[in-house]
């Protein structure tokens, strides 16, 4: 079973932040949180993972709160190639445990 | 570099007919896994493979086997099939298994790139 919690769907205006939130209540002290997206009918695509301190990247920035039971992804300036269905996994020992994801739609 | 790979792109089969997957891992990494995902549903972890020895296996019946051969390759093979097999079967590859004496750790070394897929039709 899924150990995170996603909204079904979301919406963007291109070139506004999109913040994605994630419930993971159950997480434990050593498990990572995951950001994956997939673009329809492509493998996942890794975009960030954090364990309690904030992260940023090239792609998005990871804020994880304080107790760690939610985190939000954020894309800072979404584009059309953004739209996608993303995924916020707790990693359970060697392998990702999926969620349904959130899919987000970014329009013009 | 070449990302993972596999073959073949799409697969269609008859019921109660076994098929097999093949991957390539990202060259240099000795992990695998693999996931099924049905249409609308997220993946799902079916195995593990490090080192070419099974270290991890999801929810799945035994018609569901795999194999990792010396070059890190990997197989995946389904018996019987079913019209529930239907689904993006999902090569992922990771640089090392991802725990040091049971502890995880983090960095680029732990992330799982995933392959194109293949698309399975069971009719």
């Known amino acids: 079973d899924a150990k995170t919690t996603q909204p079904t769907s979301m919406d963007c205006a291109e070139g506004r932040a999109a913040n994605l939130p994630c419930n993971h209540s159950t997480i434990s002290g050593n498990e990572y949180v995951y950001w994956y997206r997939q673009i329809h009918s492509q493998g996942p695509q890794y975009i960030i993972h954090?364990?309690?301190n904030n992260e940023t990247n090239e792609m998005a920035s990871l804020i994880i709160t304080e107790d760690r039971k939610s985190s939000t992804l954020i894309l800072p300036h979404a584009t059309l190639r953004d739209t996608a269905v993303y995924y916020c996994?707790?990693?359970?020992?060697?392998?990702?445990?999926f969620g349904q994801g959130t899919e987000l739609s970014v329009k013009p | 570099d070449a990302g993972v790979t596999q073959s073949p792109t799409h697969l269609i089969k008859t019921r109660g007919q076994h098929v097999t997957l093949r991957c390539s891992p990202i060259?240099?990494?000795?992990?695998v896994s693999w996931y099924q995902q049905v249409l609308g549903q997220g993946p799902q972890f079916i195995f593990q493979?490090?080192?070419?020895?099974?270290?991890g296996r999801g929810n799945f019946p035994d018609r569901f086997s795999a194999r990792q051969f010396p070059n890190y390759s990997s197989e995946l093979n389904v018996n019987a099939l079913l019209l529930g097999d239907s689904a993006l079967y999902l090569c992922?590859?990771?640089?090392?298994?991802?725990?040091?004496?049971?502890?995880?750790?983090?960095?680029?070394?732990?992330?799982?790139?995933f392959g194109p897929g293949t698309r399975l039709t069971v009719l």
């Open positions: 996994i707790v990693r359970v020992g060697g392998k990702l445990i």
């Open positions: 493979y490090y080192e070419k020895e099974e270290r």
């Open positions: 992922a590859s990771r640089d090392r298994q991802g725990s040091l004496f049971g502890r995880w750790t983090s960095g680029k070394y732990n992330e799982q790139f």
């Open positions: 954090g364990l309690k």
């Open positions: 060259s240099g990494h000795k992990s």
